[in-house]
């Protein structure tokens, strides 16, 4: 898989700062850091990374602005665009993001009505039959899932929200917050898929709370422009990029530069773009190591190069409100 990928490398000077970071990582928070998992994973999920793309749309925006940002832009669905995720002690990533990217589709296509959030729980036990949950999964596949199946509603941790709320409890992912250390923590995982509600103060059933996409699809990875149309005009989407063990510590800036192991694969969410001060273009991406990791939960990352593959397997659906 590595070979067909475009993995860009800069060794310039660093316009972005890390954090004091903590010896005592939580190896397991990051997407298939054994060798065998990472292998597992990558080849039997991406194989198809080159299938046709969306690559043009009626309904896009021609004029793309300089700066943009989805909360600031989709008003009506500012807060739940900005709820930054914790996927604690697991690799889940993979489901995190799309569960939110969907989520936030979902209230933007209703206008700000739908403001709960779509369950990431389910995804991890339903949306990937390889069943690998919290040692990683297809992002596209847990899509694909959405507009076969169909999701329901789970918050977070200890929340009692919705019908599958997620498992795993917050945890300090770099070593620098007040919350448990991810690595001393143990994974709980839901790994049955269960086509029932396991919050008994959630009285809708099952299948009253499903939500659908009605297409999923890949962007292009050669047209930034179009990547920036599909989140002008439809929302968020979920993105794929290579983790270097200096991304760990990122506190602010632009992340453009690698250094150390390359730990493995991570998917987060893409809400917007931007230029810095040196004429540096970006992304404006939201991570899912809780509000304490980077830049309250985000970061920016070069843009227009695939630098860390993240331009490579942009995904998203479109969404089905008639439900």
């Keep these: 898989m590595r070979s067909i990928i ?13 954090a004091a970071i903590h010896t005592a990582f939580a190896e397991s928070s990051y997407e298939n850091f054994s060798s065998r998992a990472r292998k597992l994973v990558q080849k039997t999920n991406y194989d198809n990374w080159s299938r046709s793309r969306k690559t043009a749309d009626i309904n896009y925006k021609t004029d793309i602005p300089k700066e943009f940002d989805a909360r600031q832009y989709f008003i009506s669905c500012a807060n739940v665009i900005g709820d930054v995720k914790d996927q604690g002690n697991c690799a889940s990533s993979w489901a995190v993001a799309v569960a939110s990217t969907f989520t936030d589709r979902l209230c933007i296509a209703s206008n700000g009505k739908f403001t709960d959030n779509l369950s990431a729980q389910n995804l991890m036990s339903c949306g990937d039959d390889e069943k690998l949950g919290c040692d990683g999964g297809s992002a596209y596949k847990a899509w694909e899932f959405t507009m076969g199946k169909g999701i329901v509603t789970g918050g977070p941790y200890d ?9 795993n409890r917050p945890c300090d992912h770099y ?3 007040s919350l448990t250390n991810c690595s ?4 709980t995982q839901m790994m049955f898929c269960r086509d029932k509600c396991v919050n008994k103060n959630y009285k809708v059933k099952y299948e009253d709370d499903l939500y659908k996409t009605s297409v999923v699809y890949m962007t292009s990875w050669t047209n930034v422009k ?5 989140i002008m005009t439809y929302g968020p989407v979920t993105a794929f990029m290579y983790v270097y ?11 453009k530069s690698t250094a150390g192991e ?24 939201m991570n899912s190591w809780n509000s304490n990791w980077g830049n309250d939960g985000l970061f920016k990352i070069l843009r227009g190069y695939n630098f860390c593959s993240i331009e490579l397997l942009v995904m998203a659906g479109l969404v089905d409100v008639s439900q």
Aim: aromatic letters at 14%; a negative charge; one cysteine or more.
């Design 6 to 18: 475009s993995l860009v490398i800069f060794i310039s000077s660093v316009t972005w700062a890390a």
């Design 159 to 167: 929340s009692n929200e919705g019908c599958q709320p997620y498992k």
């Design 175 to 177: 070593g620098d917050s």
């Design 184 to 187: 001393s923590l143990r994974r």
């Design 226 to 230: 179009q990547i920036q149309q599909e």
């Design 245 to 255: 063990e200096n991304f760990m510590g990122y506190k602010e800036g632009v992340y």
């Design 262 to 285: 390359l730990i493995g694969y991570h998917h987060v969410k893409l809400i917007g773009w931007g230029v810095d001060e040196a004429g540096i273009e970006y992304w404006l991406a």
